[in-house]
Every structure is written in structure tokens, then in C-alpha cells.
């Protein structure tokens, strides 16, 4: 879409020239309203958006031209899905960032806790040795 609305610019741009371009009245979304909800994944806050509404029709050019209707309407159409879009990279942004502190907390685990663990673990196995070598001793003496 966004191609076809590149083209539709230099189609009007081929007609007019630059002066006549930048003349040529825009389209007016003075009415639209942006809704945005609002949900989670996993604890991470997503948004869904949505531009609702119709761009209100512009005012008549004073050299108007079928190219500049269709490069008008092209570039209103793309601007309904940059919304939703934003809203989707947005969410890429908070999941991306959700993951790299959730990579550093496990990373954590693995490079300082699990090593404090297996000595705590060596240590017991060493002290229930120590234990196993005294009773035995005490055994023998006992005897």
C-alpha cells in the first residue's frame, strides 16, 4: 500500500510539479477518533489501536485532478493501518524487552545460584562422609 501511495504522489507530482503539489489540500481526520485497547500477555501490558472513522472529505483544490484525488485517498487509507501497526510494534518493543530481562534472570540463576547450590550440595555430601567415617569408627570402638 504504501507503494501504491508513492506512486499516486508521483503521479500527482508528474501533474502539478512540487508547488502545485504542496497546494493541494489534505485530507482532514479532524474526526476520527484513535481506540485503543488495552490487555495482557503473560504480565507484559499489550495495546490493540484502531483509527475509527472516515477522513472528512478535503476541500475542492483550485486545479484539482484525478491523481491528486488518488494520491489523497491512497495516503488516507495507508494512514487507517498505521495504527494498528504502531500499536503491534509497540508490543513487539514491551514483548523484546519483557524477554531480554527475562534472559538476564535466568542467566543470573544459572551462573550464580546454581553454582552456590552445587557447592552447598558438595559441602552436605561432604559433611554426611565425615559423619558415615565417625560412625563407623565408633562402631568398632564400640564393639
Known amino acids: 500500500m504504501h507503494g501504491d501511495a508513492c506512486a499516486g504522489l508521483r503521479a500527482a507530482l508528474l501533474r502539478h510539479g512540487l508547488q502545485g503539489t504542496l497546494c493541494l489540500p489534505a485530507s482532514s481526520f479532524g474526526a476520527a477518533r484513535l481506540r485503543i485497547g488495552r490487555r495482557t500477555l503473560m504480565g507484559v501490558a499489550l ?5 475509527g472513522g472516515a477522513p ?3 476541500p475542492m483544490p483550485v486545479n484539482p485532478s484525478p ?3 488518488q494520491a489523497r485517498e ?5 494512514l487507517a493501518l498505521a495504527a494498528p ?3 503491534a510494534a509497540g508490543n513487539l518493543e514491551r514483548l523484546s524487552h519483557e524477554y531480554r530481562r527475562t534472559v538476564r534472570r535466568a542467566r543470573a540463576l544459572q551462573d ?3 553454582p552456590e ?4 550440595a558438595h559441602d552436605i555430601q561432604t559433611r554426611l562422609e565425615q ?13
Open 47 to 51: 495495546q490493540d489501536a484502531e483509527l
Open 112 to 114: 550464580v545460584l546454581l
Open 74 to 78: 491512497r495516503f488516507a487509507a495507508l
Open 131 to 143: 559423619q558415615e567415617q565417625e560412625e563407623a569408627v565408633w562402631v568398632r570402638h564400640g564393639r
Open 67 to 69: 491523481e491528486a484525488d
Open 85 to 87: 501497526l504502531a500499536a
Open 117 to 120: 547450590l552445587g557447592q552447598a
Open 56 to 58: 472528512a472529505s478535503a
